[in-house]
């Protein structure tokens, strides 16, 4: 009898994307339903520590065995399991970043699974999944759980849905995943810190539909994805900061996306970030072909931009677009638009919104190149911004996209050195008084850890 | 879980029915739901087939006029006319010319009618009332607002654009739509006509057929009670809605001319890229059978889109616009090729939907994204709003003041 973990029990778009992706569609077994002997958690309020392959032979029996505040610590070995962590305040942890390997072998949808709250997911490697790398979501029902609320021809009711609360995701490497690296969706007061993801067809690190979500980015490497960094959604206090995401097909978006709820995403905060040469061949395609762009901003409204390092991108530095009828508005953007080693933007912003919802109130400073030229004569009024069509910009040949399987696998990543302490729970809040990096960092952020740089 | 269970389980769609039953309250709003439930089964417990197949007389009374969701299998013709009103702004004096008209239109369908010689058989009319009229009743009912223009609208003839009232008809005989025509304008009096043309369907299982680019056309529409109450028919005062057009819809018609002789020229291929389905049987490129749905998100290990980035069923996903799922009733048309003139044919696209901004943000995205488009040229385009059922007690329009 299939598990609630198995592949196939994932529900709607994951069942119709398994079968329509051909490579992908041998089914195998996840190992997570043979539960063997070991402790059991520290039910009696003293926290665990549940160890695997020691005590409990997969991942998944150990996660089943825990209890709230327990800690699940993984020894090196390729362990080929879907893992889903429903139960609260449980730390999944690899005792090695790089030599702990959950593999989804390319027929798996995803690789760590967490919809209980103040769930840790730390210093371990999760790839060559179908979907989702690692997954955290409140969206989930009996039948296991989803990262999309919709299919799409109904109304999605948020309410019914609460989101996960506190989660943390650190030195994790996502590689090879076929959506999505990092994900998280329906989730709030939560971190995505010091990780690294490559090689997803959609977005290496995804943070989506929330509100006063109250999650911080920071200290990670996305690179060789389509997308680096989205965020479609997600609202009020959503902080990036201190990441590279170079060498992408496109380095960060900020979508408005009503196939999710909580539109129009807005009001984030950017800051300290390297967007740099977002021109990957080692790359899956982005499937509407987008290339050589820096920060895509879809009917996003009112997010502020500063200090990135923003060079390099081909076709643009920043695009502002409308999501149909939803305009990009008030997101302020500025920050450095040349780099050490680095060629400038096609163009440093540009505006490609359509005439039915145009962009306001973005005045980029004088540093910046603009398309159309005249870009900042709306400055200081509410009115429209002039725009350009899309073929206005510059051209650029987008490369074949590479199969996700095939990107190459990342440089070695540093990992944690405690990893015997077991963890007191997760904050209730992450971003608020936190401290941003001063200034535009340098092109060789974090480049230590990129398998580009 | 099959897909009306998980839309249910996911978003709750009970409460829509709730408030049509709320609403019914012993007047003609009870049809549709007794309608529903003619085989014992409370209507909430199933989706079920909204009325009787093609062939023999279709109800011409009721909650919602026919013509829409009945019968089931729209007929293989139609005859389309749209006409200006001298009374447009003058409510009183064009609400009894309706009367009339509804009456013209319960005898000429009814089952003893006359006209035509063989009998009315499966012919429907649909009478949908244009934005001008609605807005001199009230400028804040549904349809009141007329269509933007979208592109490639500016070059549509102005005869072409608007109007004050839409008459469909459709049967299975061809023959009996002119003359049934002929005793509806008898009845309607003096009235301008702008424009009126044939068109046709293939043959066809419910509201799939192929349309004239040869494609299985109509398979993703709302179907059953549950589904058209939410999508197509305007609601009940207990849902939101406003009583006076309860049951009624929001109708939109444009007249595309397609470029088929060179969509036939990209090939098979080509054109299943065009559509997001196949040609052979309609199954979406994601994957599946024709009944199921396009995958959105389905991609390819390098990153492609199965269906692809511009594919009409694509452009046209509700999702995407954030509005609902309209009913497509699409028929085809052909007007002669004469000399080095060939013609044109097309598809006049009939749309019903409780929204009209459903229709307006598709239609923005198309223009913006859809391979499709390139392909199809509008040389008509008007919305209407198709007056809620009526029947000898309730008479066509009686309540629009009400
Ligand atoms: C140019 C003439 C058109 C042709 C030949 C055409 C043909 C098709 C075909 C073959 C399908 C797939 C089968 C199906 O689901 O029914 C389809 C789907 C659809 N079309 Fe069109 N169409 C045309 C114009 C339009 C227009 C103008 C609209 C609305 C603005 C529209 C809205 C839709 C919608 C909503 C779907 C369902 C998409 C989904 O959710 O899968 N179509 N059309």
Redesign the interface.
């Known amino acids: 009898m299939p598990s609630k973990r198995d592949l196939a029990s994932f529900i709607g778009v994951f069942r119709r994307a398994a079968a329509a992706v051909a490579v992908l569609t041998v089914a195998a077994c996840a190992g997570g339903s043979a539960a063997t002997e070991g402790t059991a958690g520290g039910g009696d309020g003293t926290p665990a520590v549940l160890r695997v392959p020691d005590e409990h032979t997969t991942v998944q029996a150990a996660v089943d065995a825990a209890s709230p505040g327990d800690l699940v610590l993984v020894s090196p070995g390729t362990y080929a399991e879907s893992v889903l962590v429903d139960t609260d305040d449980v730390t999944v942890r690899g005792t090695d970043r790089n030599a702990v390997v959950i593999d989804g072998e390319g027929v798996r949808s995803s690789g760590v699974v967490a919809t209980a709250d103040g769930v840790r997911i730390e210093n371990l490697t999760v790839r060559r999944t179908m979907h989702y790398g690692v997954l955290v979501t409140g969206m989930h029902d009996d039948d296991g759980p989803s990262a999309h609320g919709t299919d799409g021809y109904e109304r999605l009711d948020p309410s019914r849905f609460p989101p996960v609360e506190r989660f943390a995701v650190r030195h994790v490497t996502a590689a090879n995943n076929g959506l999505y690296g990092i994900y998280a969706f329906d989730a709030r007061h939560g971190a995505i810190t010091d990780s690294y993801a490559s090689g997803s067809a959609d977005s290496g690190i995804y943070v989506g539909q929330c509100r006063e979500c109250d999650i911080l980015v920071q200290g990670n490497v996305a690179e060789r994805n389509a997308v680096g960094f989205e965020n479609a959604n997600a609202s009020d206090s959503v902080v990036v900061s201190g990441n590279r995401f170079s060498a992408n097909r496109v380095g960060m978006t900020f979508l408005s996306n009503y196939q999710e709820a909580f539109t129009p995403q807005r009001a984030g905060t950017v800051v300290g970030n390297v967007v740099t040469t977002n021109t990957s061949a080692d790359s899956p395609a982005h499937a509407e072909g987008a290339f050589g762009i820096g920060i895509g901003i879809s009917g996003g409204r009112h997010n502020v931009l500063r200090d990135n390092l923003v060079a390099g991108n081909p076709r643009a530095g920043v695009l502002l677009a409308n999501t149909e009828d939803l305009a990009a508005v008030g997101n302020r953007v500025d920050g450095s638009w040349a780099g050490d080693g680095v060629s400038r933007n096609g163009v440093d912003i540009a505006n490609v919104s359509a005439d039915r919802a145009p962009a306001r109130g973005t005045c980029p400073g004088a540093a910046a190149s603009t398309l159309p030229e005249n870009l900042r004569a709306a400055c200081g009024t509410p009115g429209p911004l002039d725009g350009v069509a899309p073929g206005e910009l510059p051209r650029v040949q987008a490369p074949p996209g590479m199969s996700f399987l095939e990107v190459p696998a990342p440089p070695p990543q540093p990992g944690m050195t405690d990893v015997e302490n077991v963890p007191a729970p997760l904050p209730s809040t992450v971003t608020a008084g936190i401290r941003l990096p001063e200034g535009v960092p340098d092109a060789d952020l974090l480049a230590e850890r990129s398998g580009v740089a | 879980?099959d897909?009306v269970s998980?839309?249910e389980?996911?978003?709750?769609?009970g409460g829509v029915i709730a408030g049509v039953v709320a609403a019914a309250g012993g007047t003609a709003a009870g049809t549709a739901l007794e309608q529903g439930r003619d085989d014992g089964t409370p209507a909430a417990a199933a989706d079920l087939p909204a009325d009787a197949p093609s062939t023999g007389a279709v109800r011409p009374d009721g909650t919602t006029q026919a013509g829409i969701d009945r019968p089931a299998t729209p007929q293989r013709f139609g005859l389309l006319t749209v006409l200006d009103l001298p009374d447009a702004g003058s409510p009183a004096t064009l609400l009894s010319r309706l009367a009339t008209l509804g009456t013209a239109v319960l005898d000429l369908t009814g089952a003893a009618s006359a006209v035509p010689p063989g009998g009315a058989g499966d012919l429907t009319v649909t009478v949908g009332l244009g934005p001008r009229p609605v807005a001199a009743i009230d400028p804040g009912l549904p349809g009141a607002t007329a269509l933007p223009r979208f592109a490639g609208d500016e070059s549509i003839a102005p005869e072409r654009v608007g109007g004050d009232l839409l008459l469909a008809l459709h049967g299975s005989d061809p023959m009996a739509l002119p003359a049934a025509l002929r005793e509806l304008r008898a009845a309607l009096g003096d009235a301008t006509p702008r424009w009126s043309e044939s068109c046709f369907r293939g043959p066809g299982d419910g509201m799939v057929a192929r349309n004239p680019l040869g494609f299985h056309d109509g398979i993703?529409v709302p179907h059953g009670v549950r589904e058209l109450s939410r999508e197509v028919w305007l609601p009940p005062e207990g849902d939101g809605g406003d009583p006076r057009v309860t049951g009624g819809t929001l109708c939109v018609l444009r007249r595309l001319v397609l470029d088929t002789a060179r969509f036939a020229e990209l090939g098979t291929g080509s054109q299943e890229a065009v559509i997001g389905r196949r040609l052979s049987d309609g199954a979406p490129l994601?994957?599946?059978t024709m009944s199921?749905?396009v995958?959105?998100?389905?991609?390819?290990?390098?990153?492609?889109?199965?269906v692809p980035?511009r594919a009409h069923t694509r452009a046209a996903?509700?999702?995407?616009?954030?509005s609902g799922?309209m009913l497509r009733r699409g028929y085809g048309f052909a007007a002669p090729a004469v000399g080095d003139d060939p013609g044109e044919t097309g598809l006049f696209f009939i749309s019903f939907q409780r929204e009209l901004d459903t229709f307006v943000?598709t239609q923005?995205?198309l223009d913006?994204i859809d391979a499709l488009m390139e392909f199809a040229t509008p040389t008509a385009s008007a919305s209407f709003l198709v007056l809620p059922g009526f029947d000898a007690g309730r008479p066509l329009g009686s309540t629009l003041t009400a």
């Open positions: 879980m897909r998980r839309r389980v996911l978003f709750g769609t993703t994601s994957g599946g199921d749905d995958d959105l998100r389905a991609k390819t290990p390098t990153g492609q889109y199965l980035a996903h509700p999702s995407f616009t954030g799922l943000r923005h995205r913006e």
